[in-house]
Every structure is written in structure tokens, then in C-alpha cells.
């Protein structure tokens, strides 16, 4: 599985953007897709989840009741709806898929990682 992740940029606080990414590979339908985050100075950390079916997502408190994980099967793609954003959100944002091992939290666990897209949220 090849990902592609677009949509970021510059964006006010409290404003929204939505980030996608798409896959190439007949296989993406099957994988457990996330977004992950790494700041300037800062580990990479995990943002959200999303089951191969969609049903199952998850997130970090830090980011629960503002951002929200989908993905269309039927066009390849995962997006990140992320509203009330903050400064602190500022970071690079990769899409991944999911090996078939380990903790859909971890990043250890993906096997497949996107370019990154960079969001600045501004105060």
C-alpha cells in the first residue's frame, strides 16, 4: 500500500482543515488505516484510528471531540476532519496502515507511512 497525504496548511485557531490520504493497493480495504503527529523537537504521537471496516475508531483524549477519522473504501482514501483546532496541534501529520500485529495506537504497529502534511495552526 502506497499513501498519499494532502490537505494541510495554515489555519487560525479555532478554524477546521480536513486531511486525506490516499492509497494505492488492492489491499487498502483490508488494512487498519491512522494519523499520527510529530511536532519539531517531539515524538511522534498517535492522533486516530479507524478499523479496515470503519466501525472501530480511536482516539487520543487530546484530540477526542474535535478531530474525526472516516474512510471511503470505494475510493481508496482516509480523511481527518479536525475542527477547534489549537497551536498545540501545530505538527507534521502522516497517514499510515496498519501491519496485522500490535497496538492500533502504536506506530510501532504500521507498516505503511505516508509523505507527511504539514499543519501550522496559528494564535
Known amino acids: 500500500v502506497q499513501l498519499q497525504a494532502s490537505g494541510g496548511g495554515l489555519v487560525q485557531a479555532g478554524g477546521s482543515l480536513r486531511l486525506s490520504c490516499a492509497a494505492s493497493?488492492?489491499?487498502?480495504?483490508?488494512?487498519?488505516m491512522g494519523w499520527f503527529r510529530q511536532a519539531p523537537g517531539k515524538e511522534r504521537e498517535f492522533v486516530a484510528a479507524?478499523?479496515?471496516?470503519?466501525?472501530?475508531?480511536y482516539y487520543p483524549d487530546s484530540v477526542k471531540g474535535r478531530f474525526t477519522i472516516a474512510r471511503d473504501n470505494a475510493k481508496n482514501t482516509v480523511y481527518l476532519q479536525m475542527n477547534s483546532l489549537k497551536p498545540e496541534d501545530t505538527a507534521v501529520y502522516y497517514c499510515?496502515?496498519?501491519?496485522?500485529?500490535?497496538?492500533?495506537?502504536?506506530?510501532?504497529?504500521?507498516?505503511?507511512w505516508g509523505q507527511g502534511t504539514q499543519v501550522t495552526v496559528s494564535s
Open positions: 499510515a496502515g496498519r501491519g496485522p500485529y500490535g497496538n492500533i495506537r502504536s506506530s510501532t504497529s504500521y507498516r505503511y
Open positions: 493497493g488492492r489491499t487498502f480495504s483490508s488494512v487498519d
Open positions: 479507524i478499523t479496515w471496516d470503519g466501525d472501530v475508531k
